[in-house]
């Protein structure tokens, strides 16, 4: 029986959101921000962590920081992230980071896919076992990885992405039944064309490859999308602070679309 209307509320929880100063990530952070979370921003430029959380809402009197890392370096990462677990808790994880270069199968090297494992792989396996030693003891945890609609239909120009990615939704779905019965959800979102930094960044790399304009190719990008647009960075914000609350205790393990349609298999 229904017996109260939604309404996403987040105080007294504490979120930590990758890759925050702008694009998806940002608008992660503002959005859970909006819903009543103290929220930890994380990239490696200061200048734009501290515009960031200053654009952070603090209506319900959360107390807002930011951590400088650099998701390329992993050595300094890991550091950097277990003195922050040294004094901190969270509730809330969002493992975000910048995608890895843009190639094909013949481009990338060995070394190569090792870069793209440690930024995309090693990183989100490091700050979530961190996590959870906590969420444990609390009995509620939300962990939610930002990943691509790619590890369910590779592009060919996307090999390093495809295939870390891949393993980092396993991953999670091996996890999720370990972290189940202590309150603990992890998910993964499979994103798709939203109107960010990145896919500016491929258009322009494709829109050269192809000896065509950026224009011209930003369009080619759309017409392949049924709703007939990129996606919004707060369209994508409202999913995750969903995945976040208390409403979504029962999803789990899960891996969710957001692509306006894109995606062409089940």
């Not at 939203?194 to 080619?220: H, P, V, Y």
């Amino acid at each position: 029986m229904i017996t109260k209307r939604m309404k996403i509320n987040l105080e007294n929880k504490k979120a930590l959101v990758g890759a925050s100063t702008e694009g998806l990530g940002k608008a992660i952070a503002l959005q859970l921000a909006l819903c009543g979370a103290s929220v930890t921003l994380m990239a490696r430029n200061e200048k734009k962590l501290k515009q960031v959380l200053s654009e952070l809402n603090t209506d319900f009197n959360q107390k807002h920081q930011y951590i400088i890392t650099d998701f390329y370096d992993f050595i300094s990462f890991e550091k950097t992230i277990i003195n922050y677990f040294k004094k901190n808790t969270i509730d809330i994880l969002i493992n975000n980071t910048n995608g890895p270069e843009s190639g094909g199968v013949f481009d990338k090297s060995t070394v190569d896919y090792q870069r793209a494992f440690d930024l995309l792989f090693k990183t989100t396996h490091h700050i979530t076992m961190l996590a959870i030693e906590n969420m444990k003891k609390n009995k509620y945890g939300r962990i939610i990885n930002a990943t691509s609609l790619t590890v369910k239909e590779p592009l060919p120009y996307l090999v390093l992405s495809n295939s870390i990615r891949a393993a980092v939704v396993t991953w999670a779905k091996t996890l999720s039944r370990e972290i189940a019965p202590f309150g603990i959800t992890i998910n993964n979102i499979l994103t798709g064309k939203f109107d960010t930094k990145r896919i500016q960044e491929l258009n322009q790399n494709q829109a050269t490859n192809k000896g065509i304009s950026m224009e011209d190719n930003l369009k080619s990008i759309v017409n392949d999308i049924p709703a007939g647009r990129l996606g919004k960075s707060e369209e994508y914000a409202y999913l995750v602070t969903f995945l976040a609350s208390e409403y979504a205790a029962y999803i789990t393990g899960a891996n969710i679309t957001i692509d306006g349609g894109l995606m062409k298999s089940l």
